[in-house]
């Protein structure tokens, strides 16, 4: 790892896992007993709003119980005292990377604490449920959804993130399958600039053969090692 100014790294599902929080593509595909597009569709919201909202409802508040881990503590850690540039780029909608302290974090997929009002596009913070339809702070229509990407949706900021990849000397992959697009694609994009890449996950992934260098083990362990040697 020598000569790294700029970091982009890439934070999925098995970051947040050990503090608590499951995700799709743990248990078999089902979801808190859902199908992924039976809640997490924009055909799913059309078709029966009250379902998708009262279950992104549920998510909402069950992220709020949880706490930040030992993987999101040490990524802050780097955030704070990393002189170069980096952007953690989260494809997870827990906001456990900020209450951990980390400040340079770019939410892919949305964010669970966000309202996105259909009507004016204005997003709001949000922490209480939706399924009553409260009206929107800034335009007043009922008309809000969660602020997350949902499958058949464009990721948000993926002109910042490749901008991000092209400056970027090192690019780090944690805690992600490697098998859903874009994000899949950035460790080549990094490849094809001839940036070095680093790949911590529970297992092998998908996408392993594509990087440099692949450590196996729990995020909470693997990441604190990490963030020592670079800031050794
Ligand atoms: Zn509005």
């Not at 709020?64 to 780029?89: C, F, M, S, T, Y």
């Not at 594509?210 to 040697?229: I, K, M, N, Q, S």
């Amino acid at each position: 790892m020598a000569d790294i100014r700029n970091i982009v790294i890439l934070t999925g599902a098995g970051v947040s896992a050990e503090s608590g929080i499951d995700t799709f593509r743990g248990g078999g595909g089902l979801w808190e007993k859902h199908r992924v597009e039976d809640v997490a569709t924009p055909e799913a919201f059309a078709r029966d709003p009250d379902l998708v909202l009262r279950f992104y409802d549920m998510r909402r508040a069950a992220i709020q119980e949880k706490e930040p881990n030992r993987a999101h503590a040490a990524l802050a850690r780097l955030d704070a005292e990393w002189p170069g540039d980096l952007l953690i780029v989260t494809q997870n909608v827990d906001d456990l990377h900020e209450r951990a302290g980390a400040r340079r974090v770019l939410h892919m997929h949305g964010t669970h604490l966000n309202a996105w009002c259909t009507a004016c596009d204005a997003r709001s913070r949000w922490t209480g449920p939706l399924i009553d339809r409260p009206p929107c702070p800034a335009c007043g229509a009922r008309a809000l959804r969660p602020d997350v990407v949902w499958f058949g949706e464009m990721p948000y900021e993926m002109e910042r993130i490749y901008g991000a990849l092209q400056a970027a000397d090192l690019f780090v992959s944690i805690g992600t399958s490697g098998a859903v697009y874009p994000a899949a694609g950035f460790v080549r994009e990094a490849r094809e600039l001839g940036t070095q890449t680093l790949e911590l996950n529970l297992e092998r992934s998908q996408g392993s053969a594509w990087f440099d260098e692949t450590r196996l083990g729990p995020a909470g362990e693997l990441v604190p090692a990490w963030v020592d040697e670079m800031l050794g």
